[in-house]
């Protein structure tokens, strides 16, 4: 049997590079430990070449009996990945280096586990079965759970990385049992003849309904959407800032991606059903992460409850259309804004946890809202870089977050449901109160911290590109949008 292995040919140079890194690691000595760092950057960097290859041939391509799939949309998705991984390397290394992440014993597994979980992210991306997206997922969690407890010596990071562990379990669980019900009603785990089996009438409705209420469940454990984010905050704060990044950032695209595989793509003609629980999580979501981050005092538990509205928001765009071909050029909008969105909370994260690293020192973690008093005192550009990525955040023009934050209320407001649209901008007033009060500490408070920032020049030189960035693509939002529409549009197709 010939098998074309084309498609996963990034896949496959990811696992091969991430294994030789793991090898190489144990040899160096602690003084060469940069080496790890120079070959996962290379290795980022082969992997955006061969996936950038694909997303210019705009080609939708099938192997492994039609498990795995090459699209416009998980292309894009991994490019954006490669990035969000590269920019937390970046920003981390100075802060693993001062905590013994990538000294003694630990060596370089910081590196190798943030590859491993990028590869399980790329799987989901391209998952076209339950079974591989499943496989994807536990990949990646499995990595990211060995990530939190990293610092072994640190009682929060073991507690956080025990709370992930259990509740990711259980998310586990509810996923794998609305497969199994899904499988028992259409006879494959194939989304394509998954989605045929509902179409033709023939699956079992009630057990369809109850496949997708608990596969609904587990996606919003990994999404972290209200009534399932109780583990954001606590692996937020108790994970090291560096390991926080790596799961506020990339998973957050892979998640979306799942979504739209077994939900869109998998289940359209069970809509109707999931959309009414997405609308629910939606509202809860929004509610929930922008009333509670007002009395948070800590910023990284700030940021978790900020990432369940921002969720709520993403999921506005995911119940605005139906892939049935009747009404698909408004659910390709509908999908295109909510990938968009995905993209810009993504870049906009990760800048806001580079400032707090750049904040944070030996011994030192600027994670409160009061360590960053002064700021604009002690350094002008990096306080003006934090305002900028806040106020993108609290959806404020002309930044980014604003222009995401429109695409997904026109959307969701083309489908005819004005009080959804009305509630998402209620809950953004209420939000862009406590984004206000951070940049309040920084430009109207005294500095209770006089030490001098050092940083890194890559990082320094990164972070201002981030925040530039986030100015630039919400004054000229038009080729990122672009490529998503287009993304989409030739996924939908296929």
Excluded at 46 to 75: K, Q, R
Excluded at 218 to 232: D, E, R, T, V, Y
Excluded at 374 to 381: A, D, E, K
Aim: charged share 10%; proline share 3%.
């Amino acid at each position: 049997m010939n098998v074309n292995l084309i498609p996963v040919y990034p896949e496959v140079f990811l696992l091969i590079a991430t294994s030789a890194i793991l090898l190489i690691d144990m040899f160096l000595p602690e003084a060469r430990r940069h080496i790890t760092y120079l070959l996962s950057m290379l290795t980022l960097a082969i992997c955006a070449a061969l996936t950038l290859n694909d997303f210019n041939a705009g080609t939708t391509s099938y192997t492994f009996h039609n498990m795995f799939v090459s699209d416009p949309m998980s292309s894009l998705l991994k490019l954006v990945s490669y990035a969000a991984v590269a920019i937390t390397f970046v920003y981390s290394r100075q802060y693993t280096t001062a905590r013994g992440m990538l000294g003694g014993t630990l060596g370089g597994e910081f590196y190798v586990l943030a590859l491993f979980s990028l590869l399980g992210q790329m799987v989901m991306i391209s998952g076209n079965s339950f079974l591989i997206i499943y496989l994807g997922l536990e990949l990646m969690s499995l990595s990211l759970y060995a990530l939190v407890a990293l610092r072994r010596d640190h009682s929060m990071s073991t507690e956080a990385a025990m709370k992930y562990f259990i509740l990711g379990a259980m998310a586990s669980g509810f996923l794998l049992y609305g497969i199994s019900m899904l499988y028992g009603a259409t006879g494959s785990l194939d989304l394509t003849e998954v989605a045929k089996a509902t179409a033709s009438g023939t699956a079992n409705r009630t057990v369809l309904v109850f496949g997708i209420v608990f596969l609904v469940a587990g996606l919003a454990f990994k999404l972290g959407a209200a009534p399932f984010h109780m583990w954001i905050p606590d692996v937020y704060q108790g994970a090291p800032t560096s390991v926080t990044l790596l799961i506020g950032g990339a998973p957050k695209l892979a998640a979306f991606a799942i979504c739209i595989r077994l939900l869109v793509e998998g289940l359209w003609t069970l809509a109707v059903d999931w959309q009414q629980m997405i609308v629910v999580l939606a509202v809860l979501s929004m509610a929930v992460g922008n009333i509670t981050a007002i009395v948070q005092t800590n910023l990284k538990r700030m940021l978790a409850y900020s990432t369940i509205s921002q969720t709520g928001f993403m999921l506005l765009g995911l119940l605005s259309g139906v892939f049935n071909g009747s009404n698909a050029v408004a659910a390709a909008n509908a999908y295109s804004a909510a990938m968009f969105y995905s993209i810009t909370y993504v870049l906009t994260t990760l800048g806001t946890f580079g400032v707090i690293m750049l904040m944070s020192r030996s011994g030192f973690e600027a994670e409160n809202i009061e360590d960053f008093k002064g700021l604009n005192q002690r350094s002008p550009w990096f306080a003006a870089v934090m305002m900028i990525l806040l106020l993108s955040l609290a959806g404020v023009p002309p930044m980014m977050g604003f222009y995401a934050k429109l695409e997904v209320l026109q959307s969701t407001l083309a489908t005819g449901q004005i009080w959804l649209a009305v509630v998402a901008v209620l809950f953004s007033l209420i939000g862009a109160y406590y984004y206000l009060r951070v940049i309040k500490a920084m430009y109207f408070d005294e500095p209770t911290d006089t030490a001098k920032i050092v940083v890194n020049t890559d990082m320094q030189v990164v972070l201002s590109l981030n925040g530039v960035a986030v100015v630039l693509l919400g004054v000229l939002p038009g080729p990122l949008m672009a490529a998503c529409v287009i993304a989409i549009t030739k996924t939908m197709a296929t």
